[in-house]
């Protein structure tokens, strides 16, 4: 248990009558590469939303670094439902909001792009190293921190060179092409300096040769920046070459999970994603 | 080059020196009155003797300005007993220009001394703040002149003092909508606790029984120093926004404008309750607070202000106003907490806004919540979009055209106007409006984002290309 980086426990998230993650539970260890993968609308961002903490699950518990980050409980009506006969069901409320968690050693990225529009490329890392300064209102006014500012500046051209966007720094953030946009956000969530990088399909849009180029490149900054990879994609390539284990979601619940290969053969992954015979 | 302007900026001392010395030496007036106006010639006329009289009179007053338009009259009542030669037409010439020279030296020896400076420095960027020093200099010495030239109280000077402090308003809001993104209309109301605190604190204390007659001379009964009470002015504002930021920051957009439009009703309501009348005398009007005469006060105070405002827009925090801006799951995602910024952003803002309200009531002399409607807020409001949401330098602008234009170049349209014996239609008090909406309109269609949109009118434009160039009023 000490080197696992994230933890989650009996994660459920309930939008009214749907469930949209049911129970679901993994592991990720310090320095892996995991993939969560399933069809479409099987649950895979809202369970990263649930774990950057944009919303509170419904019922569940987050670790980061073994330190509780997001837990939820039902009350009322809904934890007679949840907790059955269980009289240990635990109460506890913790939801840190996502700056926090962020703050913690977390960034992500996001499935639609979300740059900041009207910024240029190196505006946007430089908002990301925001972080990492520790100045009040008074010396940011008057640039008493001007040490830090430079530290914060060298830092953003750093990880624009890391995702090789240096030369395009001066330019508006959306008039990249679509490629270079998930790269910037890489690179956005990197000037955090972050201890696990969280991938929101990182391929999704990208042809072949791209996504061949995202895998040495993720596999690069992992070992660069000894960073621990949580993935949601689709493409099969990506997530067989480069995850070291893979959890597979079907309609919110977890339906299989192992190394690639394992997982490969899973006769309900294969159905998962074919389709049952009807015989 | 640099010897070039080395040789320059010698040039421009001695010029300066010159200035300065002539200016310091000129004779005062009543030695010239002396050598314009001979003895015997004066004795002669018992008119000529009593207009000297008079003007020796003024200076013993002190009141110059007097004595100078007692003199005109004189030169022009008796053109032939004067005695003006070249000599004296000189002296007279510097008397009269003696403050316009002064000031004028003092500029070019600033000028001058800048210059010889920059030939020094090798870093651009120090090369800038020189160039900035010199701009800034120059606006404020081109308003002590043109404000010695074309006198206090005329209409170019009214739209100046004006058009600054609108420029602090309109700045102080796009601070909030537009580098924030935060859609809020509760600018009056802030404005106007600034005014109400301003006002209170600085009236004079033998003029309190007076102001406050209907309720038993006030219960404030001491006078704060004026920048002491700018400064309180500002702070309330801010106070009021921090305990209204509470709830209402966590609503979006158009509710958000709601619940501030209608935070800015209730204070203006509540600031005219009976019951509070010892503090803020009701519905009535305050007065007899310190004002301001010369331009040259709300120029300096709000440029500092916004030049403040500049400076923490390009600082890491500015850049986290804009992220939330732009994309606010995103800028969360990136460690800001938005409910921490937002509220810091309305705070300030509103911090702004006080002090802005606070020049105006010193411009408008006198102060009564009741005008601070919302229809003040959209004035603001409308400066911020015909300017560009998002830039400093066309609030800045935007403001000055549109103190202009509303109260000095389309005032021919409120007068019934014959050209011949023909009677120009529509010419009728409240055509000015009309015009005026459809200028603005037409500035809409044309320049979506506004006259400048987000960019900013820097030094960009004067030197190489580089960025952080900030302009003020």
Redesign the interface.
């Known amino acids: 248990m000490a080197d696992s980086m994230l933890k989650l426990n009996n994660i459920t998230m309930q939008f009214g009558g749907v469930i949209a993650v049911d129970d679901f539970s993994i592991v990720v260890k310090q320095n892996e590469i995991v993939a969560i993968i399933g069809p479409n609308g099987a649950g895979k961002t809202t369970a990263f939303n649930c774990v950057t903490g944009i919303y509170p699950p419904t019922s569940g518990q987050v670790f980061f670094e073994n330190r509780l980050i997001v837990s939820n409980y039902p009350n009322k009506k809904m934890k007679a439902l949840y907790a059955g006969g269980n009289k240990n069901f635990p109460k506890e409320k913790v939801c840190l909001t996502p700056d926090k968690i962020t703050r913690l050693g977390m960034a992500r990225t996001f499935q639609n792009i979300r740059l900041f529009k009207s910024q240029t490329v190196f505006e946007n890392v430089l908002i990301a190293t925001h972080l990492h300064q520790k100045c009040n209102l008074f010396s940011a006014v008057f640039r008493l921190n001007h040490q830090q500012e430079q530290a914060a500046r060298k830092h953003a051209m750093d990880m624009l060179e890391v995702v090789g966007l240096l030369e395009v720094k001066d330019e508006l953030a959306t008039s990249l092409p679509y490629g270079q946009q998930r790269r910037l956000e890489i690179a956005r969530a990197l000037a955090t300096k972050p201890k696990m990088l969280l991938l929101d399909e990182p391929a999704a849009g990208m042809n072949p040769q791209e996504t061949a180029e995202l895998a040495q490149f993720i596999r690069q900054i992992k070992e660069r920046f000894r960073l621990t990879v949580l993935l949601i994609e689709h493409h099969m390539d990506l997530v067989m070459s480069i995850s070291d284990r893979i959890y597979v979601l079907d309609f919110g619940r977890l339906i299989a999970h192992g190394t690639p290969e394992q997982v490969q053969d899973d006769p309900k992954v294969i159905a998962a994603y074919l389709g049952e015979d009807e015989e | 080059m640099k010897v070039f302007k080395i040789i320059l900026s010698l040039l421009l001392a001695i010029i300066a020196c010159l200035l300065i010395f002539f200016s310091i030496n000129a004779l005062d007036l009543s030695a010239l009155l002396k050598e314009i106006v001979p003895l015997e010639t004066m004795q002669q006329d018992a008119g000529l003797e009593k207009a000297v009289k008079r003007i020796n009179d003024c200076l013993a007053d002190g009141n110059q300005n007097r004595a100078l338009r007692s003199l005109n009259r004189l030169l022009d009542d008796y053109p032939d007993k004067v005695h003006l030669d070249v000599q004296t037409k000189l002296d007279l010439f510097f008397y009269r220009n003696n403050k316009v020279m002064l000031t004028l030296g003092v500029y070019v020896l600033f000028f001058s001394a800048a210059l010889a400076v920059s030939a020094f420095l090798k870093q651009q960027k120090h090369q800038t703040a020189v160039l900035v020093a010199i701009l800034v200099a120059s606006l404020y010495a081109g308003i002590y002149i043109v404000e010695d030239l074309v006198g206090v109280n005329s209409m170019l000077m009214t739209v100046l003092k004006k058009g600054a402090i609108y420029a602090l308003l309109a700045v102080s809001m796009n601070l909030l909508n537009g580098f924030t993104g935060l859609f809020s209309l509760g600018q009056a109301g802030f404005m106007l606790v600034g005014a109400y605190t301003y006002a209170i604190f600085t009236i004079e204390n033998t003029s309190r029984a007076q102001v406050y007659q209907y309720y038993q001379g006030g219960l404030v009964q001491f006078t704060l120093p004026t920048l002491v009470a700018i400064l309180l002015a500002g702070l309330a504002a801010a106070f009021f926004a921090f305990l209204i930021g509470l709830p209402v920051l966590r609503l979006k957009s158009d509710y958000l404008a709601i619940a501030t439009l209608g935070f800015a009703e209730i204070i203006r309501a509540v600031l005219q309750y009976d019951g509070l009348g010892r503090i803020t005398n009701g519905s009535n009007l305050l007065r007899k607070f310190t004002t301001f005469n010369t331009a040259l006060f709300p120029f300096a105070v709000s440029g500092i202000c916004i030049a ?1 405002i500049a ?2 827009i390009h ?3 500015g ?2 106003f ?2 939330i ?3 606010e ?10 409910f921490v910024y937002k509220q ?1 952003a309305f705070v300030i803002s509103s911090f702004f806004a006080g002090i802005g309200g606070a020049l105006l009531a010193m411009y408008q002399t006198t102060v009564q919540a009741a005008a601070f409607t919302s229809a003040m807020t959209y004035e603001i409001l409308l400066i911020v979009v015909i300017g560009g949401m ?1 830039s400093i330098s066309g609030s800045i602008l935007a403001s000055f055209l549109f103190i202009a234009s509303s109260e000095w170049w389309l005032r021919f349209l409120d007068n019934v106007t014959y050209i011949g014996t023909f009677k120009v239609p529509f010419f009728r008090s409240g055509f000015r409006m009309v015009v005026f909406s459809v200028i603005i309109m037409v500035v809409v269609l044309f320049y979506r984002k506004g006259i400048m949109g ?1 960019k900013e009118f820097g030094l960009k434009s004067l030197m190489e290309p580089r960025k952080g160039g900030k302009r003020r009023g």
């Open positions: 403040l400076l923490l600082s890491t925090y850049r986290s804009k992220a801006r732009d994309d799951v995103a800028a969360e995602a990136m460690g800001i907490n938005l810091l998002g987000d």
